[in-house]
């Protein structure tokens, strides 16, 4: 099952995270999660055409 973040508190999301509420990651921290995960960037998935999405609608 999908876990519900909007739920988390922010108490458990920095325990997860292991992160400070007030100073954040140090930089050395911020380093080494950035080396093991990349950039924090969103994925990028096929784009739909409109007139896909049109057909779509109607497609039975």
Not at 32 to 58: A, M, V
């Given at each position: 099952?999908?876990?519900?973040?909007?739920?988390?508190?922010?108490?458990?999301?920095i325990k997860q995270f292991?992160?400070?509420?007030?100073?954040?990651?140090?930089?050395?921290?911020?380093?080494?999660?950035?080396?093991?995960?990349?950039?924090?960037e969103i994925q990028q998935?096929?784009?739909?055409?409109?007139?896909?999405?049109?057909?779509?609608?109607y497609k039975v």
């Amino acid at each position: 099952m999908k876990e519900e973040y909007y739920k988390v508190t922010v108490e458990d999301t920095i325990k997860q995270f292991d992160t400070d509420r007030k100073s954040g990651l140090s930089t050395q921290t911020a380093d080494n999660r950035f080396e093991e995960n990349g950039p924090n960037e969103i994925q990028q998935g096929e784009k739909t055409s409109p007139w896909k999405l049109l057909w779509n609608l109607y497609k039975v």
